[in-house]
């Protein structure tokens, strides 16, 4: 069974694309991060949400 970890960003309103771009581009490179969900509202704000895989290391004697 998969188990994930996750981490929930806010991008304020007046957030340009390519700054939310570069910190989610980031994230993914340095973390192992990857897309999970995100929301644009109305106003421009926008809410993140990553996800990475966890690894359990499991004994084998």
Request: charged letters at 35%; hydrophobic letters at 35%; glycine letters at 4%.
């Given at each position: 069974?998969?188990?994930?970890?996750?981490?929930?960003?806010?991008?304020?309103?007046?957030?340009?694309?390519?700054?939310?771009?570069?910190?989610?581009?980031?994230?993914?490179?340095?973390?192992?991060?990857?897309?999970?969900?995100?929301?644009?509202?109305p106003?421009?704000?926008?809410?993140?949400?990553?996800?990475?895989?966890?690894?359990?290391?499991?004994?084998?004697?």
């Amino acid at each position: 069974m998969l188990d994930y970890s996750y981490m929930d960003i806010y991008l304020p309103r007046g957030t340009s694309r390519e700054l939310a771009r570069q910190t989610l581009t980031e994230h993914a490179q340095h973390g192992s991060w990857e897309l999970d969900r995100l929301r644009l509202y109305p106003d421009g704000s926008r809410r993140v949400r990553l996800r990475r895989k966890v690894i359990r290391a499991v004994r084998t004697m």
